[in-house]
């Protein structure tokens, strides 16, 4: 079975500054995809970054970064310059071969950006 | 271009009555996914069509849950006899079909209580 772990309820940051969303994993494939999604208050699940299990560079998108460590089974969002608009629930999400492409959630991060 | 649209954005019903959620997903997309979140929670899949056809059910709670996709396109969420427990964000997605990494499109969900 897949699992996705994210052990911050809630994530205070300062308006530009940088903040790193904690997402572990657990799955037994080898080849599997981890997604991080962005939903704002009004209910909307936006796809933010996507990294694959081969690939060997960390994925990156503007001011996403998704800080990959397969050893340790994590796949880490790091959100630069943090803006006021980028306050909302993050959820990172795995895809595995063995799966019909559905996705696996985590229970999400909800990150407030400070004035 | 329009994403996935889903509609009602609210229904209202009573316990023991049958509701029908709607999902139009985008434009030559061939795979279609429910999932269901509930309140603080990330979402939880409920089923997966590839075309018309429903590749995996294997999320649907129970049988008083059913989804249709006869033409390959929009699909129906119909629920049976509604429990309180049935209250929930329902999230419809699609994504094109091939590659590990196709990342999936969320509509803006329908926002479903039970009286």
């Known amino acids: 079975a897949q699992k996705i772990t994210q052990t911050q309820p809630g994530m205070f940051v300062q308006e530009k500054e940088a903040v790193t969303l904690d997402c572990t994993y657990d799955t037994s494939d080898q080849s599997y995809g981890l997604f991080w999604y962005k939903q704002p208050s009004s209910g909307e699940m936006i796809f933010l970054i996507y990294q694959g299990s081969y690939d060997e560079q960390n994925a990156t998108e503007g001011r996403y970064s998704l800080n990959f460590q397969k050893a340790r089974k994590s796949a880490n969002l790091v959100i630069s310059a943090s803006q006021l608009g980028d306050s909302a629930m993050y959820f990172c999400a795995m895809r595995t071969s063995g799966s019909a492409r559905q996705l696996t959630f985590g229970s999400g991060t909800q990150l407030t950006v400070l004035p | 271009g329009a994403g996935v649209s889903q509609t009602p954005s609210n229904k209202v019903t009573e316990k023991g009555k049958y509701v029908e959620l709607r999902c139009d997903p985008i434009?030559?997309?061939?795979?279609l996914y429910w999932y269901r979140q509930s309140l603080g929670q990330g979402p939880e899949f409920l089923i997966y069509f590839q075309g018309t056809g429903a590749a995996d059910d294997s999320g649907l709670p129970n049988d008083r849950f059913f989804a249709v996709r006869p033409e390959g396109s929009v699909s129906t969420l119909k629920i049976q006899r509604t429990e309180r427990g049935d209250s929930a964000v329902y999230l419809c997605?699609?994504?094109?079909?091939?590659?590990?990494?196709?990342?999936?499109?969320f509509g803006p969900g329908t926002r479903l209580t039970v009286t």
């Open positions: 434009s030559g997309h061939t795979a």
């Open positions: 997605a699609s994504s094109l079909m091939g590659g590990a990494g196709g990342e999936q499109y």
